[in-house]
């Protein structure tokens, strides 16, 4: 394989074209069957058979050859593509993402006729927990690489056919909408006097999808049998941890590109549900938040809304971390929503920032400061333009002066020695009798980097010249620019 083939060049062939040209030609349904073509669309027969179908019959008569969408070049093309691009660990086989390409340069047309006859089966996924930001821990589920590029290219294919019936008070994991879009929707609920929320938490969401009730929502949608056979090996594939496979009953692992999707699809009903009920909410993902005017009402509405998830949907309430309050008193993805729809970072999002600059500026990293800007920034960039909307001024000055504290601290510590300390205070304009005084002293680090002399020799600019980002600095030109594009 040529450099230029290995990055997509233009003159490059797509990887799979060849493959799909050598499937076995009964592996591929006849043209007068179903009318269906490769891409999705319908023959000249589609319109007579419709005639004799129901509108729900009919839409899964369109979709009884999705597999040959799937297998399509340019689909598994930019599955390739994106699961090259997302990265990520390897699975219980140990190939890494790097190695793909490879691994389909030498398996293309096997990979394509096992789908195409409903052969391919699924290996188990590797189990890693992570720390939940609010304790304890969540399972995730690692694919392998090929496993990944099948569900890549299964949800590419599905997403266009089923997103667009998706209610428009759904957020999470949807083109062209997200976190920012559903707190705005959220800011008119409040303004309008919507201001007690029914927050409701979902315990261990993507670890308790039933199986049966979650293909029965997809089978309503989908006509092609051997797709709904192979989502329900990805479904039921065994999850390794500790050297050991566990079947899986129920669940869908967060760590596939298909489990999105999935989870979309069947809180859809919770969506719709909701919206026949005439209530005002917002949902990102498992994270749902109902507006009404009062506690009583809100009350009935997370006593209605509980027995519906556990009744029909077999989903279980977190009556721990669900509650029913006002806006102000609750989170709603990481900001806190004020009277008349001000938004505000939240007290938990602020404390996780501030652990994960603790990590950075850790005074025993054995790294530069210079190292530790670079790493501050990487992470300030981000958080603050996910908070650009908030009113946040004082908060993000304190935060400001709260990091600039902590980097004086390790600058101090890397001097070594007093003698070192000293010399360093003198170099950055502090006179020789408190550069000495400074440090001699015996007070712990914390407290030196409060002092006039360890600020007069590490001013605000001295830390521009470092090139550490300015959170309020950066919050105001973020906002400046949203302005002038009128957003």
């Not at 689909?75 to 699961?83: E, F, G, I, S, T």
């Not at 929707?185 to 309008?192: G, L, N």
Request: aromatic letters at 6%; one cysteine or more.
């Amino acid at each position: 394989m040529g450099v230029k083939r290995q990055q997509g060049g233009a003159d490059q062939r797509d990887l799979l074209d060849e493959a799909l040209m050598a499937a076995p030609r009964h592996s591929l349904p006849p043209a007068k069957a179903g009318g269906v073509t490769g891409n999705g669309g319908t023959g000249p027969g589609a319109a007579e058979e419709s005639q004799a179908l129901t509108a729900w019959d009919h839409e899964r008569a369109l979709t009884r050859h999705l597999m040959e969408a799937v297998c399509g070049s340019a689909n598994l093309n930019r599955a390739y593509k994106r699961v090259k691009g997302n990265g990520g660990a390897p699975g219980v086989d140990g190939m890494t993402v790097d190695a793909l390409f490879g691994w389909i340069a030498a398996n293309r047309e096997a990979l394509i006729v096992s789908l195409l006859d409903g052969s391919y089966k699924p290996q188990p996924v590797r189990g890693v927990s992570i720390p939940k930001p609010g304790g304890g821990e969540r399972q995730l589920g690692i694919p392998t690489v090929v496993d990944r590029l099948v569900q890549q290219a299964i949800a590419q294919t599905l997403e266009p056919l089923i997103d667009p019936t998706f209610s428009a008070s759904s957020f999470g994991f949807r083109p062209g909408r997200g976190a920012h879009e559903a707190l705005r929707q959220a800011r008119d609920y409040v303004a309008d006097g919507y201001e007690i929320v029914v927050d409701l938490d979902l315990e261990k969401f993507f670890d308790r999808v039933n199986h049966d009730i979650l293909m029965s929502r997809l089978a309503r949608r989908i006509g092609d049998k051997r797709l709904l056979r192979l989502i329900r090996r990805f479904l039921q594939a065994g999850m390794m941890a500790d050297g050991v496979c566990g079947e899986r009953r129920e669940g869908t692992p967060q760590g596939g590109p298909l489990s999105p999707l999935l989870a979309n699809l069947l809180l859809d009903d919770l969506d719709k549900e909701l919206e026949r009920r005439g209530h005002r909410f917002c949902r990102y993902a498992d994270d749902c938040n109902i507006y009404v005017r009062s506690l009583a009402a809100g009350e009935r509405v997370m006593a209605s809304v509980t027995s519906f998830l556990e009744g029909r949907l077999r989903l279980k309430v977190n009556q721990k971390k669900s509650a029913v309050a006002p806006v102000g008193e609750r989170q709603f993805l990481g900001h806190r929503l004020g009277r008349g729809g001000s938004l505000g970072i939240g007290r938990k999002s602020l404390d996780r920032a501030k652990d994960r600059l603790r990590a950075i500026t850790r005074r025993n990293r054995g790294t530069s400061v210079a190292r530790m800007v670079e790493e501050a920034n990487l992470f300030l960039v981000g958080w603050v333009t996910f908070y650009r909307h908030a009113r946040c001024k004082s908060v993000l000055l304190d935060l400001d002066g709260w990091l600039r504290r902590k980097v004086r601290c390790v600058k101090l510590k890397h001097c070594k020695s007093p003698a070192g300390i000293a010399t360093f205070l003198r170099g950055n304009g502090v006179r020789d009798q408190p550069a000495r005084q400074l440090a001699s002293s015996g007070k712990g680090w914390w407290r030196l980097s409060s002092t006039e002399q360890a600020k007069r020799a590490m001013p605000n600019e001295w830390f521009d010249g470092l090139g550490l980002v300015r959170m309020a600095g950066h919050h105001v030109a973020l906002n400046r620019v949203g302005n002038r594009r009128g957003t």
